[in-house]
């Protein structure tokens, strides 16, 4: 059974939030609440998030502040960030959100099935990274275990083979997701979203190189999680 994802919802208007819980429930995730820039930080210490949504305006810490809290917290840096906004100053505002590290911005009103799709790229990559980094975990068990020959030896390749294929596939609807929205747009949000997905998958890659026998890698560093 694949435990679902945590998706974090900021806003400090309760209407907002019950809003973006109707958009989202579809995704059949866990919608965690936060009604502050600080609420938003508290939750982020236990849990772990497959992307935040997060309001600019909010009186206290507002979005930009508690986008750069979150990027300069080691454990929480990678968990993507889309910036919600009533508002729009133009271009000078909205390189202000990609600057503070959000891989998309998106103004009020929104189109509701664009959100949801967003969210779903960044829910589906999370359960992938998650879902390799336990079968890596339980590769790396075995190797340490000396399985070295026979039925572990098969066991282990076969493991590798597996891991490999899964993250082939995440890489190439990653590729698939990149060449549509290059087609349909060539704005700033597009290159963040495509960068942040590049990293990911080449720290997975990574990972899983290290893993294969001959390779003198020891025991690989998994890449963060988001």
Same mark, same amino acid.
């Given at each position: 059974?694949?435990?679902?994802?945590?998706?974090?919802?900021?806003?400090?208007?309760?209407?907002?939030?019950?809003?973006?819980?109707?958009?989202?429930?579809?995704?059949?995730?866990?919608?965690?609440?936060?009604?502050?820039?600080?609420?938003?930080?508290?939750?982020?210490?236990?849990?772990?998030?497959?992307?935040?949504?997060?309001?600019?305006?909010?009186?206290?810490?507002?979005?930009?502040?508690?986008?750069?809290?979150?990027?300069?917290?080691?454990?929480?840096?990678?968990?993507?960030?889309?910036?919600?906004?009533?508002?729009?100053?133009?271009?000078?505002?909205?390189?202000?959100?990609?600057?503070?590290?959000?891989?998309?911005?998106?103004?009020?009103?929104?189109?509701?099935?664009?959100?949801? +799709?967003? &969210?779903?790229?960044?829910?589906? @990559?999370?359960? $992938?990274?998650?879902? !390799? =980094?336990?079968?890596?975990?339980? *590769?790396?068990?075995?190797?340490?275990?000396?399985?070295?020959?026979?039925?572990?030896?098969?066991?282990?390749?076969?493991?590798?083979?597996?891991?490999?294929?899964?993250?082939?596939?995440?890489?190439?609807?990653?590729?698939?997701?990149?060449?549509?929205?290059?087609?349909?747009?060539?704005?700033? +949000?597009? &290159?963040?979203?495509?960068?942040? @997905?590049?990293? $990911?998958?080449?720290? !997975? =890659?990574?990972?899983?190189?290290? *893993?294969?026998?001959?390779?003198?890698?020891?025991?690989?560093?998994?890449?963060?999680?988001?």
């Amino acid at each position: 059974m694949v435990q679902k994802a945590k998706i974090l919802l900021v806003d400090d208007r309760p209407e907002n939030l019950l809003a973006l819980e109707a958009i989202l429930s579809a995704l059949d995730q866990t919608l965690v609440r936060a009604s502050s820039g600080e609420e938003a930080l508290k939750a982020l210490l236990t849990d772990d998030f497959a992307v935040i949504l997060l309001d600019v305006q909010m009186p206290g810490m507002d979005g930009f502040e508690t986008a750069a809290h979150i990027k300069r917290r080691e454990r929480t840096r990678d968990i993507p960030i889309i910036f919600l906004t009533a508002i729009n100053h133009g271009p000078h505002h909205t390189f202000r959100g990609y600057a503070a590290g959000a891989v998309d911005y998106i103004s009020k009103p929104f189109d509701p099935w664009v959100l949801r +799709a967003k &969210v779903s790229v960044f829910v589906e @990559l999370y359960t $992938k990274n998650c879902q !390799l =980094r336990e079968q890596a975990a339980l *590769l790396r068990l075995q190797l340490e275990g000396g399985g070295a020959g026979g039925e572990g030896s098969k066991e282990t390749a076969g493991l590798l083979a597996e891991l490999s294929a899964r993250l082939a596939a995440v890489e190439e609807q990653a590729e698939a997701l990149t060449k549509q929205l290059g087609e349909e747009s060539a704005d700033a +949000a597009v &290159v963040a979203t495509a960068a942040h @997905l590049e990293r $990911k998958l080449t720290g !997975l =890659r990574r990972a899983l190189d290290a *893993l294969e026998p001959g390779t003198g890698g020891g025991t690989p560093m998994l890449p963060a999680q988001g």
